[in-house]
């Protein structure tokens, strides 16, 4: 249990940092799209070869293809309510998509914790990591712009990271006694609203900002997302 609180102290504190960043220190926006593509890049490898290729071998390839596409479908929908609400391009629909995609990203985080070591799950929690700082960077950046109060601002994330960090807990202590085939489904539906947040949230935005290196950064971040995998003995 002490582990499973350090790692998800250390992945949504990531959300606090990446929020105070945002408001109160700067970055060139090339270089802010730089680190965000680069991040999905790791995130979206990590999705893969963590949360569905294992649920294929302990599972079957359908119960993982069913799982990842209700897992898009429910973010998309998700989505598509929020810009209506919030609009896409602002900070606070980047907030309520990071709590989306992230509620079920911690849970199934929590869930790989289950009877693993710390290495064990250093792909996907130091995705998630790099993940959630330039996006909550980002997401803090414009609701500041925007004239709300940097406090409150930093109090919203601050919230969202306390949110995430208890689906964690809640999927490691919870889903305990679970089947394997129950996890891997959970573990698809995760990693399908993952790939679709990365697909309308995060690569949008780190094109819009840094043109035609988000391709390399996206390259190296999958080439992290390896690094980190074989550190962790993937």
């Keep these: 249990m002490l582990m499973t609180l350090i790692v998800v ?18 970055l060139p926006s090339g270089l802010d799209g730089f680190l965000v593509a680069m991040a999905g890049g790791a995130l979206l490898l990590s999705a893969t070869s963590e949360l569905i290729q294992p649920s294929i071998e302990e599972s079957s390839l359908w119960v993982a293809a069913l799982g990842v596409a209700a897992g898009a479908a429910l973010f998309t929908a998700a989505d598509y309510l929020i810009d209506e609400k ?6 606070g ?3 309520a998509a990071i709590t989306l995609d992230g509620v079920p990203e911690n849970l199934a985080l929590g869930v790989a914790l289950i009877g693993a070591g710390p290495s064990e799950v250093a792909a996907l929690a130091g995705s998630i990591l790099l993940s959630n700082l330039p996006e909550a960077a980002g997401g803090a950046r414009d609701m500041a712009g925007d004239g709300k109060s940097k406090g409150r601002v930093l109090a919203l994330w601050a919230a969202t990271a306390a949110l995430l960090s208890a689906a964690a807990i809640a999927g490691n202590l919870l889903l305990e006694g679970a089947s394997e085939s129950h996890l891997a489904a959970i573990r698809c539906v995760a990693a399908g609203a993952v790939i679709a947040s990365l697909a309308t949230e995060v690569f949008p935005k780190a094109f819009k900002e840094d043109q035609h290196w988000a391709g390399i950064a ?6 992290l997302a390896f690094a980190l995998g074989s550190l962790g003995g993937g």
């Design 93 to 95: 629909g980047l907030l």
């Design 218 to 223: 996206t390259a190296l971040g999958a080439i």
């Design 9 to 26: 102290l250390i992945v949504s504190g990531a959300l606090l940092i990446g929020a105070a960043w945002g408001i109160y220190g700067k």
């Design 86 to 91: 919030w609009g896409a391009d602002s900070g």
